[in-house]
């Protein structure tokens, strides 16, 4: 079906008049910082001096690059001032504590439902209405709700950030802010960063009096698995420090594993038990890794804990579906350890990403596709522990969408996912 119309009204829409001040203004604001005269600056443009802006205020590509170049700013940050804020039209300015708790207990419920864009809109007329900081970091920590449940994390980042650099916030808040940082982290593929927020959470609770069951299960055993994961990253990227990272690792799931079971029991809350199993697996996974357990037994392990899930629609609700994804991650990462694989490695680690597919499809989630959309590529391209340059994939339009997806949200996985469309047969 043509979408050609609806394109090019959501592009006016866009831009139009309002855009066209702001284009304005950053044409301005370039010749001034360059020190440029007008028809300096046109000609840097590539522009006419009496016609650097478009009447249409619809820039092309190629006025988007020349004035970023001009600013020494990325080009989306040029292309985001232009557009503006999306949602500035819901957008109120008059801070009102009654809007804001209502506003708060709406984003909530659309965080409790899975509507994450409409939450991200509540967000940010939350942020709008509200008087203090501590309602303002409140809005940020929606709004990185938002972005997490789309898997647009460089969005969450940055709202988390934002609420972040709020003052005299309460230490809850706070950390709960730091335990989505460090997980965001994590998703992203920064490994040091994931790890080092996730120490000082763990620094910052053992130094505190506070000892109430949600401050303990909410931040601590975040901390210590987003801590494990990271620590198991490092051990697979570095064979010479593996051991080391892993059994730190392991004591870090272990750790975890064991706050999220006390406390689900306490709170009743069945999903912790879905993140225990998930720290259970990543310690296997390690124990492997240290030479503590051998690889095919604690493979053969993860594959057993699949078999819940033979038909993932027999998965149980909640964290679950994410929690045998993360097994089938960490078996196949397990595998491509070895130097070299045999063709029952090749079959197994099919198996799991085969498996992990289905799982995030079924609880939409990206960094499980991004880890298996790798974990796929280096398998493909391994022979007898060699990498084989310039092995071709075969993409088909379901393949080319889910790269896409990947691509746009994790900047780490980009010249891989580029090369594969370059590389690639198309069918």
Wanted: aromatic share 8%.
């Amino acid at each position: 079906m043509d979408r050609g119309p609806d394109i090019l009204d959501d592009i006016h829409r866009r831009f139009g008049e309002p855009s066209k001040s702001r284009l304005r203004n950053l044409v301005d604001f370039a010749q001034v910082y360059r020190g440029w005269t007008c028809r300096e600056a046109a000609a840097f443009l590539h522009r006419d001096v009496l016609n650097v802006v478009p009447g249409s205020g619809v820039p092309k590509a190629d006025l988007i690059l020349r004035l970023a170049r001009a600013l020494d700013s990325p080009a989306p940050v040029v292309l985001d001032e232009i557009c503006g804020d999306a949602s500035a039209d819901h957008e109120t300015s008059n801070p009102d504590p009654a809007a804001f708790a209502q506003l708060n207990r709406e984003a909530f419920k659309e965080f409790e439902e899975g509507r994450f864009e409409e939450l991200v809109v509540l967000a940010r007329r939350m942020r709008a209405v509200a008087s203090t900081p501590e309602e303002r970091a409140t809005a940020c920590l929606r709004e990185y709700g938002g972005w997490d449940g789309r898997g647009r994390y460089e969005h969450a980042m940055a709202a988390v950030q934002r609420g972040l650099a709020e003052v005299d916030l309460s230490s809850e808040l706070r950390l709960s802010m730091l335990a989505n940082l460090s997980s965001v982290h994590h998703a992203l593929g920064r490994l040091p960063e994931a790890e080092g927020v996730a120490t000082s959470i763990i620094d910052r609770v053992g130094r505190s009096r506070l000892d109430e069951v949600r401050w303990r299960a909410g931040y601590l055993a975040t901390a210590h698995y987003v801590r494990g994961q990271a620590r198991r990253g490092e051990a697979l990227r570095d064979s010479s420090s593996r051991a080391e990272q892993a059994a730190l690792a392991t004591a870090d799931f272990r750790e975890s594993a064991r706050l999220w079971t006390a406390n689900g029991g306490e709170l009743g809350v069945a999903n912790y038990d879905a993140a225990a199993f998930i720290c259970r697996g990543g310690a296997a996974s390690c124990e492997a890794m240290t030479g503590q357990r051998p690889v095919v037994d604690v493979v053969d392990e993860l594959l057993a804990g699949l078999e819940a899930v033979v038909e993932v629609s027999a998965a149980r609700p909640g964290w679950w579906p994410e929690a045998h994804g993360w097994w089938c991650v960490f078996g196949a990462e397990l595998l491509l350890t070895r130097p070299q694989l045999s063709e029952e490695d090749h079959r197994r680690i099919a198996v799991f990403t085969n498996k992990g597919y289905e799982l995030a499809d079924a609880c939409s989630h990206w960094t499980l596709r991004e880890r298996i959309l790798t974990i796929e590529h280096v398998r493909r391209t391994r022979d007898r522990g060699r990498h084989v340059a310039g092995a071709q994939t075969t993409l088909d339009t379901e393949d080319l969408r889910l790269l896409a997806g990947v691509m746009a949200r994790f900047p780490a996985f980009r010249p891989l996912g580029w090369e594969l469309v370059h590389s690639s047969r198309r069918i």
